[in-house]
T-cell receptor, first 114, second 113 residues
Framework: DTAVSQTPKYLVTQMGNDKSIKCEQN?????MYWYKQDSKKFLKIMFS???????INETVPNRFSPKSPDKAHLNLHINSLELGDSAVYFC?????????????FGPGTRLTVL | RKEVEQDPGPFNVPEGATVAFNCTYS??????FFWYRQDCRKEPKLLMS???SGNEDGRFTAQLNRASQYISLLIRDSKLSDSATYLC??????????????FGTGTLLAVQP
C-alpha cells in the first residue's frame, strides 16, 4: 500500500527535451508538494497545491509547470530541459496547508539531463 | 545567513555512543520544528516533531530554544541502523494560512561497528 507514489523512478534524457513526472497519494490529504533535491542534497520546495489550487509557487523557471487534476494527483511537466535540472524530484503530501503536520514523501524521481 | 543551518558532518561514532546534532534557524516567527531522517538514496521521513518543552521518543530527544533559535537532537545508544542524514526542518509563513517547510542541508551520521 504505497502512500505517495511517483513515476518514473529514473529519467535520463537529452537537453532540450520535454518530460513529465507523475505523483499520486492515497492518504486522502488535501495538500501536495514538489521538492527539488540537488547534488548538494539541499531539499527545496518548488510548488504546492491545496485541493487543486496552486498555493506555493517559488522562484522556479517557467519551464516547470505543475498540474493537479484532482487532490490525489500532482504532476510536473518540464520543458526544454537543461543540464542544471538534473536532480532528484520528490513529491510529498500533508493533511493541510499549514505545515504543522508531517509531510509524507514519495520515493523520488532521479532526473539526469545529458 | 541561511534560513536553517546545520553542521554537515559526517559524524563518525561507534555503536553505543551518544551523539548530538545542532541546528539554528533565522526566522523568529517559525512555529513548527521537526527532525526528518533521510537514508541514502531514499526519501525523507519524519523522525520526530520538536515541542517547546522538549520531547523524547525512545533513544531520541529533541530540544528547542526559541530565544536562541536553536534546535537539537540527541541520540543515545547509537545503532548501526541510525546511520543516515538528519534534516532539521522549520516552517515559514508563505502567506495567509499557507506555510512551507524549510529544510537544512542535513547532518550525516555514520555509526561504526
Amino acid at each position: 500500500d504505497t502512500a505517495v507514489s511517483q513515476t518514473p523512478k529514473y529519467l535520463v534524457t537529452q537537453m532540450g527535451n520535454d518530460k513529465s513526472i507523475k505523483c499520486e497519494q492515497n492518504l486522502g490529504h488535501d495538500t501536495m508538494y514538489w521538492y527539488k533535491q540537488d547534488s548538494k542534497k539541499f531539499l527545496k520546495i518548488m510548488f504546492s497545491y491545496n485541493n487543486k489550487e496552486l498555493i506555493i509557487n517559488e522562484t522556479v523557471p517557467n519551464r516547470f509547470s505543475p498540474k493537479s487534476p484532482d487532490k490525489a494527483h500532482l504532476n510536473l511537466h518540464i520543458n526544454s530541459l537543461e543540464l542544471g535540472d538534473s536532480a532528484v524530484y520528490f513529491c510529498a503530501s500533508s493533511p493541510y496547508r499549514d505545515s504543522y503536520n508531517e509531510q509524507f514523501f514519495g520515493p523520488g524521481t532521479r532526473l539526469t539531463v545529458l | 545567513r541561511k534560513e536553517v543551518e546545520q553542521d554537515p558532518g559526517p559524524f563518525n561514532v561507534p555503536e553505543g555512543a551518544t551523539v548530538a546534532f545542532n541546528c539554528t534557524y533565522s526566522n523568529s516567527a517559525s512555529q513548527s520544528f521537526f527532525w526528518y531522517r533521510q537514508d541514502c538514496r531514499k526519501e525523507p521521513k519524519l523522525l520526530m516533531s520538536v515541542y517547546s518543552s522538549g520531547n523524547e521518543d525512545g533513544r531520541f530527544t529533541a530540544q528547542l530554544n526559541r530565544a536562541s533559535q536553536y534546535i537539537s537532537l540527541l541520540i543515545r545508544d547509537s545503532k548501526l541502523s541510525d546511520s543516515a542524514t538528519y534534516l532539521c526542518v522549520v516552517n515559514a509563513n508563505y502567506g495567509g494560512a499557507t506555510n512551507k517547510l524549510i529544510f537544512g542541508t542535513g547532518t550525516l551520521l555514520a555509526v561504526q561497528p
